[in-house]
């Protein structure tokens, strides 16, 4: 199976897992240079459903998030690196999407039971917002462990 898929097998593959009553958990993120918080929260993201689902950014935007010198990695090595942990079942390789209603049109798509974040995200209001428009619950799965940053690790701050 393969776990690093398009936007479009992530409908198909959601439409098929919904059909047979599994209980779908979408996460997202860059995931640029994995660290103890990404890995904790993922496993805790796991636990709370049958699929997990992760919305990986492009590297556009990434750099536009981030900074000009990222990503380090590559979607393609991030989705790679990512896929190798028993507890994500998919990745999804994102185009690059820059508005809000971009991001809700596939999420209203893929229509998880769940969307998982982390307590005090940047983004804990979009997630809140997408999670009501398709009946989804938004649920904190972790603290967010302050100081710990695949941009404060390059920073050398952590």
Partial sequence: MNKVITPKEAIDISSKLR????????????FDVLHFGHISFLKNAKNIGDKIFLLLESDGSVKIKKGKDRPVNNQKN??????????????IMLPKLEKNEEYDRLVTQIRPDVIASTKNDPNSAHKRRQAKLVGAEYKEVIERISNLSTTSLLKGKS
Wanted: net charge positive; aromatic share 12%; with cysteine.
């Fill in 19 to 30: 059909s047979e009553d599994k209980i779908i958990v979408l996460t997202g993120g860059c």
């Fill in 78 to 91: 991030r989705a790679n690196n990512l896929a190798r942990y028993k507890f994500v079942d998919y990745v």
